[in-house]
């Protein structure tokens, strides 16, 4: 800025209000108020951190600054119990600092102050199951009516139905673009034969038992109008060893004049579907391994609809027709004709035709909401999940586009791939699932290398967290058959005397035991500290 003479002022310093620049300093910091803690509130925790702005503090954890917290990551370890630290002499208050340190889980005693006490969800009497219940909870009526209109509104093609990531995995299909598997020798992958439209075939098979297992012994397939395209009765060339009549339709009669073989139906398969044409069939998989088949584009009708159970369930084909097109099919296992492949290629057309007109949520209705969703909507940041499959996890279809699953061949990937995906996602939840109950010196130090690397591998002010597993409770099986064949009989006006068959208080009491036992587990709960931070505490350490 000149001055009256002409000379040049340098220009002010802006100052930074005191107030300002303390908030701009500040470092997220965690204070655990309350244990135990249940596995929800580390679900509503990660929550919290990942939305800083107009939530609540939880009175069990306190989390100051959670604005500057870089990433989220959980890792989950079913196999950690919380006996491999309470047989270490801890106190009542579970605290790691005063405790005997040991080599093999050496990353907890550095890393944590606290190890907490965390009950896994479940009722008195039973033990349900953990992944569901931390990546997310039943969705409100509300929330879920306002959803489903929106999905209505939306147009969707064939294309919005193709197998994608995660579901290639979760539905067991290992040859799929991306998987990173060459087919066996001797399997054949559908070539671009450079057709002017993409055709869509409907594809059913009917199998019988040989020597060296299933074999074809039919095929039919259907074109997007209905109408056969292709149906042969095959001749397996293994000795058949059951002609599985009441699935199949198959008999030694009808086989006996088979002149068709494999190769044939794979010769005439190469020539009718291209690589860019769509393939619709129900477990396709089956028909898929049974032909020797490699195919990108596929539409599964056990994966574009639910099981009235949810995941991991999956419905039949006949449940489906009854309770979608109110069409009975497969009446031929009733009088042991078997069933028609050509009546089951048509039904899956017409599920997946029903579905179009529909929109993605028909046949799928969420009842569970993830909290990949949740942070999706409020804030934009992704969520990936680190683990070999999707399934246990139960995320609905409808909201698998808000959370990126990395799969992962064993542990060591695992901890390998959360760098990486690190650029990708804000918050990350990573399943050890290799680390195994009563684990040996070995295993916990390799366990405690994995997590270190993960640890390294994450930001500075991320919030890390470590979940463990439970003890197994084979006596709760045991004794909530006992109850519910008990509770039948009951209904059924018989009568119980047989000491083992009575359900009383003492087995009751027996049941609610083992449950409250089972349901014992635990966590760790971090902040990352800077590295300056670290240092100075290894300082006081020494």
Not at 5 to 11: C, D, R
Not at 101 to 129: C, H, W, Y
């Amino acid at each position: 800025m000149p001055t009256q003479n002409g000379s040049e002022q340098p220009a002010k310093k802006r100052k930074v209000h005191k107030r300002k620049l303390k908030k701009m300093l500040a470092k997220p910091t965690i204070n655990i108020n309350k244990v135990p803690i249940s596995l929800t509130l580390i679900r509503k925790l990660v929550l919290q951190v990942a939305q800083p702005h107009g939530k609540k503090q939880q009175e069990h954890f306190e989390v100051l600054n959670a604005d500057k917290v870089a990433n989220i990551v959980v890792c989950v370890v079913p196999g950690l119990l919380e006996e491999e630290f309470r047989e270490r002499g801890l106190d009542t208050l579970m605290t790691l600092e005063n405790a005997e340190k040991q080599r093999e889980l050496l990353f907890f005693d550095e890393k944590f102050s606290s190890l907490i006490p965390m009950t896994n969800p479940g009722s008195s009497t039973e033990v349900a199951p953990v992944l569901p219940a931390l990546f997310g909870d039943r969705i409100l009526k509300s929330v879920k009516e306002k959803l489903l209109e929106e999905l209505r509104l939306k147009q969707i093609g064939i294309e919005d139905l193709l197998v994608k990531d995660p579901d290639w995995v979760d539905h067991n299909y290992k040859y799929f673009p991306g998987s990173g598997e060459t087919a066996p020798e001797g399997w054949f992958q559908t070539k671009d034969l450079h057709k002017d439209k993409v055709d869509v075939f409907s594809l059913d098979c009917e199998f019988c038992q040989t020597e060296s297992g299933n074999q074809l012994a039919r095929i039919s397939v259907v074109n997007y109008d209905g109408k056969v395209v292709y149906d042969e009765v095959v001749k397996p060339k293994d000795e058949i060893t059951n002609y599985a009549t009441r699935y199949s339709g198959m008999t030694k009669e009808v086989l006996d004049k088979a002149t068709t073989t494999e190769d044939d139906v794979r010769d005439k398969l190469k020539l009718l579907i291209s690589a860019s044409d769509i393939v619709v069939g129900h477990s396709l998989l089956s028909d898929f391994n049974v032909l020797k088949m490699v195919h990108g584009k596929v539409v599964d009708t056990c994966v574009i609809y639910d099981h009235h159970r949810k995941k991991p369930y999956k419905a039949s084909l006949k449940w489906l027709c009854e309770t979608y097109l109110n069409r009975q099919i497969q009446q031929g296992e009733e009088n042991g004709q078997g069933h028609s492949s050509i009546e089951d290629a048509v039904a899956c057309l017409d599920l997946v035709k029903l579905k179009l007109s529909n929109g993605m949520h028909f046949g799928q209705e969420p009842d569970f909401l993830p909290i990949s969703a949740v942070i999706r909507s409020s804030t934009g940041h992704k969520t990936s999940i680190l683990d070999t499959l999707m399934t246990e996890w139960r995320v609905p279809g409808c909201f698998l586009d808000t959370v990126t699953h990395v799969a992962a061949r064993n542990d060591d990937e695992v901890a390998a791939k959360v760098k990486a995906t690190l650029g990708e996602s804000k918050i990350i939840f990573a399943k050890f699932s290799q680390f195994p109950k009563g684990a040996s010196s070995e295993q916990k130090q390799r366990l405690s290398e994995q997590l270190d690397d993960v640890w390294t591998s994450v930001p500075e002010y991320s919030l890390f967290i470590v979940l463990g597993g439970s003890a197994d409770k084979p006596e709760i099986q045991k004794l909530s058959c006992v109850k519910r064949q008990f509770n039948k009989k009951q209904k059924q006006g018989e009568k119980v005397t047989s000491p083992d068959e009575v359900w009383d208080f003492d087995k009751e009491s027996q049941l609610k035991r083992a449950v409250a036992e089972a349901r014992r587990s635990l966590a760790f709960v971090a902040i990352k500290p800077s590295q300056e931070e670290s240092d100075e505490q290894k300082g006081h350490e020494s």
